[in-house]
């Protein structure tokens, strides 16, 4: 396996797992800190949330988190003893993460203002064993209205659509 496609797959994983480790913060965090009333927290107890809380958390993160812990306790009659209790193993998506990749593998340019060019080395077998099971690919895709002809362009994500497209998740 080529060091970049493996790359690749640790970023997507990393990504995976700091997701993971943020979710159950909030989850041990709120289990915690479980209110009498978990519909209505005191002040009080909204100040010992937020005190174990990492900084940034939003109140939709805390009402959905409430949320899915309730309805836990409804079917379980206890509270969870952590994330794993509540949510199976992660799903991760069918997504190429081309931003782990260096200019080898992949380069993007602008054609003109509404159009941009991904230029990516993909491998054609399953197990690459030598340059010649790598091929250059070369996808023009049409930029939205939303980026402007200043925008710079970062490296995009790829990934399948139910249609059967390749979609483009471009950061600018």
Not at 107 to 133: F, H, I
Request: hydrophobic letters at 45%; one cysteine or more.
């Amino acid at each position: 396996m080529s060091d970049r496609v493996r790359r690749g797959a640790e970023e997507d994983a990393a990504r995976t797992l700091r997701l993971a480790l943020h979710r159950r913060t909030i989850v041990s965090a709120v289990v915690t800190t479980w209110p009498a009333d978990p519909r209505r927290r005191t002040e009080a107890e909204w100040a010992v949330l937020r005190g174990l809380l990492p900084a940034g958390v939003s109140g939709a993160e805390i009402r959905n988190r409430t949320r899915q812990i309730r309805q836990f306790v409804a079917e379980h009659g206890k509270l969870p003893a952590g994330l794993c209790a509540l949510e199976g193993p992660p799903r991760v998506a069918a997504v190429m993460l081309l931003a782990a990749m260096d200019r080898q593998q992949v380069t993007l340019m602008r054609v003109d203002e509404t159009t941009a060019r991904l230029r990516l080395k993909l491998p054609l077998c399953a197990a690459p064993a030598s340059g010649r099971d790598w091929a250059w690919h070369v996808i023009d895709f049409r930029l939205p209205g939303t980026v402007t002809a200043d925008a710079v362009l970062h490296t995009p994500s790829l990934r399948p659509t139910r249609a059967g497209r390749i979609a483009v998740d471009l950061p600018h």
